[in-house]
């Protein structure tokens, strides 16, 4: 455990020098230089980290040295020891001295069902869910940043062959050979772990035959052939399934669900211009900021988080749009494609919800079978299911139904069993819904629109930068077994407090390299203060912000504060740093997301992302972290 800083008292504004290497750095070295073995101390008493070596240490260094003068003296080190500055440099390298394990460190021998699983929904999709292009761009884009579990919706085309498109909307479609390339090409650029191809067939026999034959041609030995179609006892580990590809189905139908929504939708020309608008400024919230002065004038503070409000504003006016006894928009005629042709909702293909009965060819691919509801059959009596191990898909508005009525029974079948979760349909802007609802009773596929962006999508960006980024994590003990009672996990329910987690935010920088001068006050620096936010079980959730300290590109806030958590294994970190406004709602600037349990003790340098989810280069955090057991009695 960590010794030193909180008992300090230090000016807020104080030089990051004077806290940090006047006093930690002179403790740890000897006349101004820091060698192996002080570091090792330094490691072991304020980093909390009890296995590092001696020959750690002298790696450490030299990769620290290596860092700051390779540029002045490439492959020449002038000596073995640290100065103040190197040390500093260390200290607030998100590489050197990050918060997270960068390496896999869990056990990934144990089935797929007991692994949180960081999964896309309609991967193909560049945009919203009615009018943006279908690509492979985004499907690449997914893989390349961990996301492990892909869906592609096929239909037939024109010509014979499958097409990949959201189906009776204007989307325009890509090939599905197309789409399957980029999964080939990118399946384990970022990790590893098993990629699941999730498919949603509308076709006929022969083109289910022709999928298979396309998939077994180009996947080629990273295709995974279960044993047997019969199905899985128990589904096999992301260690034994590593460099495969699976695929897995979902039912036809499911779109089916989101049709009423989206077919009104299609007839709002208003809300389709509003979804075209919106996709146009997310393309360009990533690029570069034109000072005011160059535009000759000022930025409307309320623009940087425009968007984000208009998002959740276009889904209400899908989900409140007036829909007849029949299903019908009560607004006249359906928006035109492009090419003039009429968007309509159609009747489902040939293909079944059963994959047994789907081409054999096709068939014998599938490893996660979905599992097919009986006529009559309720959402309750298909969670009650035994032998072999199947998976369900539930709309988000469905889940949040399901868990409050039985949650225990949700839980219990997500001990071996896999639970899918998706947005709702009248999410047509490609918004997301929270995940942490479904995470908590044990859904190990929560699908999200990674094209998206918000803070529901940073959550699933935070929950996967776990367990070195593999895309996998594994979930905890009490969500796999039962409790000691007998009885399943209930996350409104979690018992006693087990962690306390203290956190002392201490200084932000890089803010003036990354954006233009002009970027947050025409006249002044930045107002900045920070938020954090608690994500989990409900008894864990909470939220603190530091004081706002004005006109200051790097402050010093050296503000703490505790967090007592009943299920930290289930709990996100969520940061945010906004520009303080006295006239107007404060703005975003910054934001990184950390699974609680997985943050190291100690000074630790926190990489910042933007809106979109991408890295702010140069933009970082430092904080001190100190975690420890909750006692009663202290």
Request: aromatic letters at 8%; proline letters at 6%.
């Amino acid at each position: 455990m960590c010794s030193i800083p909180f008992g300090r008292k230090k000016s807020k504004k104080g030089d990051l020098a004077q806290d940090l290497l006047g006093d930690v750095f002179s403790t740890y070295s000897e006349n101004g230089k820091l060698d192996a073995e002080g570091l090792l101390k330094f490691l072991q008493t304020e980093q909390g980290d009890s296995k590092s070596s001696l020959d750690d240490a002298k790696h450490l260094v030299e990769l620290i040295r290596n860092e700051r003068h390779k540029s002045k003296f490439p492959g020449f080190i002038v000596s073995s020891d640290l100065s103040k500055g190197d040390f500093k440099n260390y200290v607030l390298s998100p590489d050197l001295n990050g918060v997270l394990e960068s390496t896999v460190h869990q056990d990934m021998t144990q089935p797929l069902s007991h692994y949180f699983i960081f999964t896309g929904h309609n991967s193909y999709l560049t945009g919203n869910q009615l009018s943006s292009d279908s690509s492979d761009v985004p499907i690449a884009a997914a893989l390349q940043r961990g996301v492990r579990v892909v869906e592609l919706d096929l239909w037939p085309d024109d010509k014979g062959g499958i097409k990949v498109t959201h189906g009776n909307t204007l989307t325009s479609p890509v090939a599905f050979e197309k789409c399957i390339k980029a999964i080939k090409a990118n399946a384990f650029v970022s990790s590893k772990y098993p990629v699941v191809i999730t498919l949603e067939d509308h076709l006929s026999s022969p083109l289910q035959a022709l999928a298979a034959e396309t998939l077994t041609n180009i996947l080629g030995e990273d295709l995974y052939y279960p044993p047997s179609s019969d199905g899985f006892k128990e589904l096999p580990s992301p260690e034994s399934l590593k460099g495969k590809i699976l695929i897995s189905t979902k039912p036809p139908k499911e779109y089916l669900e989101a049709a009423v929504a989206q077919k009104s939708a299609l007839k709002d020309e208003k809300i389709l211009n509003e979804l075209k608008k919106a996709d146009k400024l997310q393309e360009q919230s990533t690029a570069p900021v034109k000072s005011p002065v160059e535009k000759k004038i000022a930025v409307p503070p309320s623009e940087k988080t425009k968007s984000i409000s208009e998002e959740k504003d276009l889904s209400e006016k899908v989900g409140n749009l007036r829909v007849d006894s029949e299903g019908e928009s009560a607004d006249p005629a359906p928006a035109s494609s492009p090419d003039g042709k009429k968007a309509t909702l159609t009747a489902d293909s040939e293909s079944d919800d059963d994959d047994n009965k789907k081409n054999p060819e096709y068939a014998r691919l599938i490893t996660i079978h979905q599992s097919k509801p009986s006529k009559g059959t309720t959402v309750e009596d298909r969670l009650k299911v035994e032998g072999t191990v199947v998976r369900i898909s539930l709309s988000e508005t469905k889940l949040e139904k399901v868990t409050e009525e039985f949650p225990e029974l949700v839980v219990k079948f997500t001990q071996r069993n896999i639970l899918r979760v998706y947005p709702a349909g009248n999410r047509v802007n490609s918004s997301n819904y929270d995940p942490t609802a479904a995470w908590i009773h044990g859904a190990q596929m929560v699908a999200q629109n990674m094209q998206g962006y918000g803070k529901e999508l940073w959550q699933a960006h935070g929950k996967f930068r776990g367990n070195g980024g593999c895309g996998y994590i594994l979930k905890p003990k009490y969500l796999l077994e039962d409790l000691p009672n007998g009885k399943p996990f209930n996350p409104s329910a979690p018992g006693d407090t087990k962690m306390i987690l203290k956190v002392k935010v201490m200084t932000t920088m890089g803010w003036d390299k990354a954006f233009p001068k002009y970027h947050f006050d025409l006249f002044s620096p930045p107002d900045f203060f920070t938020r954090l936010l608690v994500t989990g079980v409900p008894a864990d959730v909470a939220k603190w912000k530091t004081s706002v300290i004005d006109d200051v590109w790097e402050p010093h806030w050296n503000e703490d504060h505790e967090f007592y958590l009943k299920c930290p294994e289930l709990a996100l970190l969520r940061i945010e740093v906004r520009d303080h406004d006295e006239e107007s709602q404060d703005e975003f600037e910054g934001q990184a997301c950390l699974p609680m349990h997985e943050i190291k003790d100690g000074y630790r340098c926190v990489q910042m992302y933007d809106k979109k989810g991408s890295v702010l280069k140069g933009v970082k955090m430092l904080f001190h972290f100190q975690k420890r057991s909750f006692s009663p009695v202290q």
